[in-house]
């Protein structure tokens, strides 16, 4: 997962680039096309964190499971909560920076003033939506070494209770 991930954020910051080179360029066709691939763009980040955040739900459950029938150790569930946290704190940051630039946009583009606000905004989103992929990857990536290392030792205690 934590490659898929990664390999999706990439394409995500291509696409923010791309929308901010064409909001720059700031010509009647360049903006309309800005405006589409600002809101694919957006589509396209929020989906991720959806898929991130399922990742963690599904993946969290299988674990609560195979720990209780498995009568594992519960130590990774709590580190599962602990991260579950980072994730929504993370969706939620992500998401306000969002929306915080798709207004200012909306508001520029609407009313034909100064896109300077705009720009502002455009520019901390960004900076916050790749620390909030970076922060993502990490939590991804921690939880897909617990997640295996629990459901290998279920496994195994499966096969020990078949021989046995």
Do not use: N
Request: aromatic share 10%; hydrophobic share 55%.
């Amino acid at each position: 997962m934590p490659r898929v991930f990664g390999c999706i954020a990439i394409a995500h910051a291509f696409l923010l680039v791309a929308t901010g080179v064409l909001g720059l360029v700031g010509t009647g066709v360049h903006t309309q096309r800005h405006i589409v691939l600002a809101i694919f763009t957006l589509f396209l980040g929020c989906l991720l964190q959806i898929v991130v955040f399922m990742y963690f739900a599904v993946s969290g459950k299988m674990m609560r499971q195979a720990i209780h029938f498995g009568r594992l150790d519960t130590a990774p569930l709590v580190q599962l909560d602990r991260r579950k946290r980072g994730i929504t704190l993370v969706l939620a940051v992500f998401v306000v920076s969002v929306l915080f630039s798709t207004a200012t946009g909306a508001a520029h583009w609407r009313s034909g003033q100064s896109g300077t606000l705009h720009l502002l905004a455009a520019g901390i989103s960004v900076i916050v939506q790749l620390g909030c992929w970076f922060a993502d990857f990490l939590l991804v990536a921690a939880h897909s070494f617990v997640f295996d290392r629990v459901m290998r030792e279920y496994g195994d205690r499966k096969i020990e209770a078949a021989v046995a």
